[in-house]
C-alpha cells in the first residue's frame, strides 16, 4: 500500500484490509493528507461510487481515533435518508475503532439521542435543521459536546450552493465557530459533492465568512 494508507490509524489499516481492498483509489489516495492536515478547507468531488464517504472517513477516524469526551466529526446531510444510509456505512469501521456513530434527525428515537447526550463522542450525523434546533434549544450541551470537534463534513455540498438553505448552513456553521471561540481559528470543513473527481482546497463558500 501507498504512503497515504500507512498514514492512517493501524486500526483503520486493519478495517481497510478487512474490506479486502487491494489498494485504495486515487481520490482517496489525494484526499487523505489534505484532511490529515486540518490546516484547511477541503472540497472532494467525485463521480457515483467513486469511493468519496472512505475518502474523508479513513482519514478522519484516524485524526480523531483516540478522542475521549465530545464529537469528533460533524456530519451534515440534507436528507435523513443519506444520513441512515451513512449510519449503516459506517456501523463497521465505528466498531472497529470503538467510536460512537449517533444518527440525530426527527425520526431518530429519542433513546439514541438520549444517550448521545449523556456521553457525546466519535461521528454524530445530523440535518441542518436538527442542528439549529440544538443551537437554539440545547446551546450549553452543544458547547460542551462540541469542545473537541475536528471536522464538519457537509454532505451533497452541491446542493446548498446557491440556495437558502446552504445561506443557512452557512450561517449555522459560522455561530457553532463563534459558540465554541473559534473565529480566528475555525473548525476545517470538508465539503463532499457528486461531480469531476478532484480533492483540494475548495473554491467555493464553504469557508467562514
Known amino acids: 500500500m501507498s504512503s497515504a494508507y500507512n ?3 493501524p486500526r483503520v489499516r486493519k478495517w481497510v484490509y478487512k474490506q479486502g481492498w487491494s ?3 486515487p481520490l482517496q489516495e489525494s484526499s487523505i493528507p489534505a484532511i490529515l492536515a486540518r490546516d484547511r478547507d477541503v472540497l472532494i468531488s467525485a463521480g457515483t461510487a467513486a469511493g468519496k464517504t472512505e475518502a474523508f472517513f479513513l482519514p478522519a477516524c484516524s485524526a480523531i481515533a483516540d478522542l475521549t469526551g465530545g464529537f469528533g466529526i460533524i456530519y451534515i446531510s440534507p436528507l435523513k435518508a443519506l444520513i441512515n444510509d ?6 463497521s469501521l465505528g466498531e472497529a475503532l470503538e467510536m460512537q456513530v449517533t444518527p440525530w434527525h426527527g ?6 439521542k438520549k444517550k448521545a447526550r449523556t456521553t457525546p463522542s466519535g461521528i454524530l450525523l445530523i440535518t441542518p435543521e436538527s442542528l439549529e434546533s440544538l443551537l437554539i434549544n440545547s446551546l450549553g450541551w452543544l458547547k460542551q459536546a462540541f469542545s473537541s470537534v ?3 463534513v457537509i454532505d451533497e ?3 446548498f450552493i446557491g440556495s437558502e438553505r446552504g445561506i443557512q448552513l452557512l450561517s449555522l456553521l459560522n455561530r457553532i465557530d463563534h459558540v465554541l471561540g473559534r473565529q480566528l481559528n475555525p473548525v476545517p470543513r470538508v465539503g463532499v459533492e457528486c461531480h ?3 480533492a483540494g482546497k475548495s473554491t467555493r463558500t464553504i469557508a467562514p465568512g
Do not use: M, N, W
Open 157 to 159: 455540498f452541491h446542493a
Open 196 to 198: 469531476t473527481g478532484r
Open 107 to 112: 425520526d431518530v428515537p429519542q433513546s439514541k
Open 23 to 25: 489498494s485504495l483509489r
Open 7 to 9: 498514514s492512517l490509524d
Open 150 to 152: 475536528a471536522y464538519i
Open 86 to 91: 451513512q449510519h449503516r456505512r459506517l456501523e
